[in-house]
């Protein structure tokens, strides 16, 4: 005997109930997780359809802006973070994920042009290799959010030459190396360190996400900045950049790293060895231990 499927008895895929019938497809051996965000990011992702009404020529635009961003990737390109970077994406996700007392430094994006084991110098060296640029004494300390001084604290820092370029992405014009150095601090949590002072510059627009931007009559600078990880024992890492304060791109960074306490002075060195003088204190959050029940 042939059995009957009772048709109206089944939950097809409408427009209706398109969020239920994929989030509902999950199996129960689902990472917990996984599940957690593929069912918030389907929910969003029909939300943001239905809301736009998308038009099928705009996911086939989203699909080759997509393929092409996924074709220019290599191993010294990102354009998937890139993305992320224009959209906002990077610095929320750094916000969630580094929340701090008020006081302590805060974060921002780390950007694609951090090389691992810099040249690692003694207090006070000179990073500008190519001798470009107005030379700036960088200075000041690493302490803890008591102002205890940090003994030790490894303070990695890059930045752009005169031309706006990083090393990186002129082999062969600047010296490798170029405005990069590691530092330790002293007993006291005093670092300091000779460079260039840094200029603003365009993120790498020469792929789709240059185009975006372009169609978004958005300009892809960033203000003039220098980076830094800082990092010791017993201490959360902190990932920034202190901002040079007069840079005409503060209130546009295209991927929005700027936050009002990392802009530092820059001040003329009247009676110093270079052009100008930048002060910065890092202050670092102790780790939370967990405590023994
Ligand atoms: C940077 O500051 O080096 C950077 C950050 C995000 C995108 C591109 C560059
Ligand atoms: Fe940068």
Known sequence: MTKLIDLSKIDYFTEESSVEAVVGRTGAEAQERLAVVWSSLVKHLHDFAKDIELRQEEWDIAVQFLTATGQICDENRQEFILLSDVMGLSMLTDAINNRRPSGATE????????????????????????????????????????????????????????????????????????????????????????????????????????????????????????HYIVTAPGHEKIVTHTFVGDDEYLKSDAVFGVKATLVASFEKNVDGDTEWRSPFDFVMVPVMTKEAD
């Open 107 to 226: 974060n921002t994006v780390l950007g694609p042009f951090h090389v691992e084991n810099a040249p690692e110098y003694e207090m006070g060296a000179n990073i500008s290799l190519d001798g470009k640029g107005q030379s700036c004494l960088f200075e000041g300390r690493v302490i803890d959010t008591d102002g205890n001084p940090i003994e030790g604290a490894r303070v990695d820092v890059w930045c752009d030459n005169e031309d706006g370029y990083y090393d990186v992405q002129q082999p062969g014009i600047q010296p490798k190396w170029n405005n990069r150095g590691v530092f330790t601090s002293g007993a006291d949590g005093s670092y300091s360190f000779r460079g260039s002072k840094p200029v603003s510059y365009p993120i790498p627009h020469d792929g789709p996400v240059g185009q975006l931007l372009v169609q978004l009559d958005r300009h892809p600078y960033r203000p003039a900045h220098m």
